[in-house]
């Protein structure tokens, strides 16, 4: 199909095109729209204005495809006040997409080509603008300790696959809005806020993890978080859960009836010092395929009792600790654990209390 399309923008300047399109064969066209709407309109603006979808012969369908693909994503950081950071980094971008981040400080229009602040330079909001010509964000904001909050203005691009260590160790964020997150390709999401310390909540109901492999160290040393809303979460692709609550000191609630740990050979000190977790349902977990389950429940001194009666560790070459310092736990089902390892069962228990390693042995003895 081709169309002429000639209309005029704010300024009354004519913006003319005489590209084809037909099922985004051409993309320029849904350009020329972006730019028209100086990128600061929602998909609201394209759905409900019949008029201009006629005079462009162009669908919403059409502009939420070039959405997903093309458009920009935008970000606003905003920074601990009244605190100068000499040459701290704010942003991590490699020199081969350096051309693809447009940076602005404050309410500046002018666009800035560096990722650091300047000696003495105190900056209250950056505006971060990100091209499509992107697909990892890997790291993006890894160990930027000057931000307090990250807020995702537009995100409606679904070909980001990695976000393994993105906010790792933004040790001053306390507010992290994700209402806008688009993941529904992402595969890594390893160590993704880990060492967020200062971050008391975290909404992730928009996320989407149906094709999430690795979260690993997920949420580690996110100290201040009590409760995790995660009981949307598909995990059925997902194969490493190592240190994934790893140090949540201050976690209290965590519904994981709805995991699907099929896949998970990898469980490694997943629930490391969750000191105020008083209960845990993790009956439904499959464990046929995990070899490590090293210091799994260490120091979770809140426990009182544990159901582990489905657990299969036949695959299991490492339990060394998986029980150490839970002294509060009073019942744990271990009816189908498999312990080979004299040395490795007792420190496995070490710690628990007097009646309970009593009865593992118990149990243990029985199973032989």
Same mark, same amino acid.
């Given at each position: 199909?081709?169309?002429?399309?000639?209309?005029?923008?704010?300024?009354?300047?004519?913006?003319?095109?005489?590209?084809?399109?037909?099922?985004?064969?051409?993309?320029?066209?849904?350009?020329?729209?972006?730019?028209?709407?100086?990128?600061?309109?929602?998909?609201?603006?394209?759905?409900?204005?019949?008029?201009?979808?006629?005079?462009?012969?162009?669908?919403?369908?059409?502009?939420?495809?070039?959405?997903?693909?093309?458009?920009?994503?935008?970000?606003?950081?905003?920074?601990?006040?009244?605190?100068?950071?000499?040459?701290?980094?704010?942003?991590?971008?490699?020199?081969?997409?350096?051309?693809?981040?447009?940076?602005?400080?404050?309410?500046?229009?002018?666009?800035?080509?560096?990722?650091?602040?300047?000696?003495?330079?105190?900056?209250?909001?950056?505006?971060?603008?990100?091209?499509?010509?992107?697909?990892?964000?890997?790291?993006?904001?890894?160990?930027?300790?000057?931000?307090?909050?990250?807020?995702?203005?537009?995100?409606?691009?679904?070909?980001?696959?990695?976000?393994?260590?993105?906010?790792?160790?933004?040790?001053?964020? $306390?507010?992290? &809005? %994700? !209402? #806008?997150? /688009?993941?529904?390709? @992402?595969?890594? +999401? *390893?160590?993704?806020?880990? =060492?967020?310390?200062?971050? $008391?909540?975290? &909404? %992730? !109901? #928009?996320? /989407?993890?149906?094709? @999430?492999?690795? +979260? *690993?160290?997920?949420?580690? =040393?996110?100290?201040?978080? $009590?409760?995790? &809303?995660?009981?949307?979460?598909?995990?059925?692709? @997902?194969?490493? +859960?190592?240190?994934?609550?790893?140090r949540c000191l201050s976690l209290t609630h965590l519904n994981l009836s709805n995991?699907?740990?099929?896949? @998970?050979?990898? +469980?490694?000190?997943?629930?490391?010092?969750?000191?105020?977790?008083?209960?845990?349902?993790?009956?439904?977990?499959?464990?046929?395929?995990?070899?490590?389950?090293?210091?799994?429940?260490?120091?979770?001194?809140?426990?009182?009792?544990?159901?582990?009666?489905?657990?299969?560790?036949?695959?299991?070459?490492?339990?060394?600790?998986?029980?150490?310092?839970?002294?509060?736990?009073?019942?744990l089902n271990l009816s189908n654990l498999n312990i080979n390892n004299e040395n490795?069962?007792?420190?496995?228990?070490?710690?628990?209390?007097?009646?309970?390693?009593?009865?593992?042995?118990?149990?243990?003895?029985?199973?032989?």
């Amino acid at each position: 199909m081709n169309s002429g399309i000639n209309f005029k923008d704010d300024n009354s300047k004519q913006v003319k095109s005489k590209v084809a399109f037909d099922n985004l064969k051409n993309k320029y066209i849904l350009q020329i729209i972006f730019d028209y709407m100086k990128k600061n309109k929602s998909l609201k603006f394209m759905k409900y204005n019949k008029q201009l979808q006629n005079r462009l012969n162009l669908s919403i369908r059409d502009y939420k495809d070039y959405s997903e693909l093309y458009s920009p994503i935008e970000i606003e950081l905003k920074f601990v006040e009244n605190e100068h950071y000499k040459y701290e980094k704010f942003i991590n971008i490699s020199d081969k997409d350096n051309d693809y981040y447009h940076i602005y400080f404050d309410n500046s229009n002018q666009e800035i080509k560096r990722t650091y602040f300047e000696e003495e330079e105190n900056v209250s909001t950056i505006k971060i603008i990100i091209d499509s010509q992107i697909k990892s964000f890997k790291e993006l904001f890894k160990d930027s300790k000057s931000i307090s909050s990250i807020s995702f203005k537009k995100f409606y691009r679904i070909d980001i696959t990695n976000m393994s260590g993105m906010f790792f160790l933004c040790s001053s964020l $306390k507010e992290l &809005n %994700l !209402s #806008n997150f /688009n993941t529904n390709n @992402v595969v890594d +999401m *390893s160590w993704m806020f880990d =060492g967020c310390t200062k971050l $008391k909540e975290l &909404n %992730l !109901s #928009n996320f /989407n993890t149906n094709n @999430v492999t690795n +979260m *690993s160290g997920m949420f580690a =040393g996110c100290t201040s978080i $009590k409760e995790l &809303n995660i009981n949307h979460f598909i995990t059925d692709k @997902v194969n490493d +859960m190592n240190c994934m609550f790893h140090r949540c000191l201050s976690l209290t609630h965590l519904n994981l009836s709805n995991f699907n740990t099929n896949n @998970v050979t990898n +469980m490694n000190s997943m629930f490391f010092k969750c000191l105020k977790l008083k209960e845990l349902n993790i009956s439904n977990f499959n464990t046929e395929k995990v070899t490590i389950m090293s210091y799994m429940f260490f120091e979770c001194s809140s426990l009182t009792e544990l159901n582990l009666s489905n657990f299969n560790t036949n695959n299991v070459t490492k339990m060394s600790g998986m029980f150490k310092g839970c002294k509060k736990l009073k019942e744990l089902n271990l009816s189908n654990l498999n312990i080979n390892n004299e040395n490795e069962f007792e420190y496995m228990i070490d710690g628990c209390s007097d009646e309970l390693k009593k009865k593992i042995k118990e149990l243990r003895i029985k199973n032989l």
